[in-house]
Protein backbone atom coordinates (compact mmCIF):
# COMPACT_ATOMS: atom_id res chain seq x y z
CA UNK A 1 0.00 0.00 0.00
CA UNK A 2 1.27 3.78 -1.04
CA UNK A 3 0.51 6.28 0.67
CA UNK A 4 0.99 10.09 0.01
CA UNK A 5 0.50 13.04 1.98
CA UNK A 6 1.59 16.65 1.53
CA UNK A 7 0.94 20.12 2.87
CA UNK A 8 -1.04 22.53 1.44
CA UNK A 9 1.29 25.33 3.04
CA UNK A 10 3.26 24.51 -0.06
CA UNK A 11 0.87 25.32 -2.45
CA UNK A 12 1.84 28.86 -3.81
CA UNK A 13 -2.24 30.28 -4.03
CA UNK A 14 -2.72 31.83 -7.77
CA UNK A 15 0.63 30.75 -8.91
CA UNK A 16 -1.04 29.16 -12.00
CA UNK A 17 -0.53 30.01 -15.09
CA UNK A 18 -3.21 32.80 -16.99
CA UNK A 19 -2.29 31.34 -20.19
CA UNK A 20 -5.31 29.34 -21.52
CA UNK A 21 -5.66 28.43 -25.23
CA UNK A 22 -7.97 30.83 -27.22
CA UNK A 23 -9.74 27.76 -28.59
CA UNK A 24 -10.49 24.29 -26.41
CA UNK A 25 -9.93 20.99 -28.05
CA UNK A 26 -11.60 17.53 -27.55
CA UNK A 27 -9.94 14.45 -27.85
CA UNK A 28 -12.50 11.98 -30.29
CA UNK A 29 -12.13 8.32 -28.76
CA UNK A 30 -14.85 7.32 -31.80
CA UNK A 31 -12.41 8.40 -34.06
CA UNK A 32 -9.15 6.80 -32.55
CA UNK A 33 -6.82 4.28 -33.43
CA UNK A 34 -7.20 2.37 -30.33
CA UNK A 35 -5.43 -0.77 -31.17
CA UNK A 36 -1.98 1.53 -31.77
CA UNK A 37 -2.87 4.43 -29.01
CA UNK A 38 -3.32 1.07 -26.60
CA UNK A 39 -0.19 -0.82 -28.38
CA UNK A 40 1.95 2.73 -27.52
CA UNK A 41 0.11 3.10 -24.59
CA UNK A 42 1.88 -0.16 -23.43
CA UNK A 43 5.26 -0.22 -24.95
CA UNK A 44 6.23 3.25 -23.76
CA UNK A 45 4.45 3.17 -19.86
CA UNK A 46 5.84 -0.63 -18.75
CA UNK A 47 8.98 0.67 -17.27
CA UNK A 48 7.13 3.39 -15.70
CA UNK A 49 4.73 0.88 -14.24
CA UNK A 50 7.90 -1.45 -13.09
CA UNK A 51 9.18 1.41 -11.47
CA UNK A 52 6.04 1.79 -9.45
CA UNK A 53 5.79 -1.58 -8.59
CA UNK A 54 9.37 -1.73 -6.82
CA UNK A 55 9.13 1.36 -5.31
CA UNK A 56 7.56 0.16 -2.33
CA UNK A 57 9.68 -2.54 -1.99
CA UNK A 58 13.45 -0.68 -1.93
CA UNK A 59 12.09 1.89 1.12
CA UNK A 60 9.17 2.78 3.29
CA UNK A 61 9.01 6.10 2.11
CA UNK A 62 8.96 7.13 -2.11
CA UNK A 63 10.46 10.55 -2.38
CA UNK A 64 7.76 13.30 -2.94
CA UNK A 65 10.39 13.89 -6.26
CA UNK A 66 10.46 10.41 -7.24
CA UNK A 67 6.66 10.84 -7.61
CA UNK A 68 6.45 14.04 -9.21
CA UNK A 69 8.51 12.49 -11.93
CA UNK A 70 6.42 8.82 -12.54
CA UNK A 71 3.27 11.27 -12.57
CA UNK A 72 5.05 13.65 -15.32
CA UNK A 73 6.59 10.88 -17.12
CA UNK A 74 2.81 8.96 -17.19
CA UNK A 75 1.25 11.84 -18.22
CA UNK A 76 3.86 12.62 -20.85
CA UNK A 77 3.56 8.72 -22.56
CA UNK A 78 -0.55 9.20 -22.56
CA UNK A 79 -0.92 12.04 -23.96
CA UNK A 80 2.22 12.00 -26.58
CA UNK A 81 -0.04 8.85 -27.51
CA UNK A 82 -3.11 10.21 -27.71
CA UNK A 83 -1.57 13.39 -29.51
CA UNK A 84 -0.15 10.61 -32.23
CA UNK A 85 -3.43 8.27 -32.38
CA UNK A 86 -6.36 10.29 -31.24
CA UNK A 87 -8.22 12.83 -33.60
CA UNK A 88 -9.32 16.34 -31.69
CA UNK A 89 -12.20 18.70 -32.42
CA UNK A 90 -12.09 22.06 -31.24
CA UNK A 91 -14.86 22.54 -29.01
CA UNK A 92 -18.57 23.72 -30.80
CA UNK A 93 -16.98 21.97 -33.49
CA UNK A 94 -20.37 20.12 -34.16
CA UNK A 95 -23.94 21.56 -34.03
CA UNK A 96 -24.46 22.30 -29.92
CA UNK A 97 -28.43 22.53 -30.95
CA UNK A 98 -28.38 18.97 -32.53
CA UNK A 99 -30.44 16.06 -30.65
CA UNK A 100 -32.37 12.93 -31.06
CA UNK A 101 -35.10 14.86 -32.04
CA UNK A 102 -33.73 16.30 -34.90
CA UNK A 103 -32.51 13.19 -35.91
CA UNK A 104 -36.07 11.22 -35.79
CA UNK A 105 -37.37 14.09 -37.57
CA UNK A 106 -34.15 14.32 -39.98
CA UNK A 107 -34.67 10.41 -40.83
CA UNK A 108 -38.99 10.50 -41.27
CA UNK A 109 -37.93 13.27 -43.59
CA UNK A 110 -35.44 11.25 -45.86
CA UNK A 111 -37.83 8.45 -45.94
CA UNK A 112 -40.86 9.56 -47.43
CA UNK A 113 -38.59 11.63 -49.34
CA UNK A 114 -37.49 8.49 -50.90
CA UNK A 115 -41.04 7.22 -50.46
CA UNK A 116 -42.08 10.02 -52.98
CA UNK A 117 -39.21 9.75 -55.39
CA UNK A 118 -39.83 5.66 -55.50
CA UNK A 119 -43.87 6.60 -56.60
CA UNK A 120 -42.56 8.91 -59.56
CA UNK A 121 -42.24 12.10 -57.24
CA UNK A 122 -46.74 12.74 -57.57
CA UNK A 123 -47.34 16.68 -57.10
CA UNK A 124 -50.54 15.66 -54.53
CA UNK A 125 -52.12 13.20 -52.56
CA UNK A 126 -51.09 11.38 -49.50
CA UNK A 127 -47.45 10.48 -50.37
CA UNK A 128 -46.85 14.47 -51.79
CA UNK A 129 -48.85 15.60 -48.53
CA UNK A 130 -46.58 13.10 -46.30
CA UNK A 131 -43.10 14.77 -47.74
CA UNK A 132 -44.50 17.88 -47.34
CA UNK A 133 -45.19 17.82 -43.45
CA UNK A 134 -41.96 15.81 -42.75
CA UNK A 135 -39.92 17.96 -44.65
CA UNK A 136 -41.78 21.15 -42.84
CA UNK A 137 -41.62 19.75 -39.22
CA UNK A 138 -37.36 18.94 -39.79
CA UNK A 139 -36.97 22.84 -41.46
CA UNK A 140 -39.28 23.91 -38.32
CA UNK A 141 -37.71 21.71 -35.77
CA UNK A 142 -34.06 22.93 -36.63
CA UNK A 143 -34.71 26.28 -35.96
CA UNK A 144 -36.63 25.98 -32.79
CA UNK A 145 -34.59 27.29 -30.18
CA UNK A 146 -33.50 24.70 -27.35
CA UNK A 147 -33.72 25.39 -23.83
CA UNK A 148 -30.29 24.63 -22.34
Given at each position: ????S?????????SSS????SE???L???KA?V?????YR??YL???LR?VD????S??T??L?T?D???????F?L??G??L??S???????K?W?D??????K???IN??R???????P??G??FD???R?RA???D????????
Amino acid sequence: MVLCSFSAGSLKKGSSSNSTPSEQYFLRWDKADVNSYYYYRGQYLEPYLRQVDEAPKSSDTIPLETIDNLYNAIVFVLTSGAKLFVSTRRRNFYKFWWDQGLDALKDAAINSNRIWKAAGKPRQGSLFDKRQRCRAQYRDGKFLPTAV
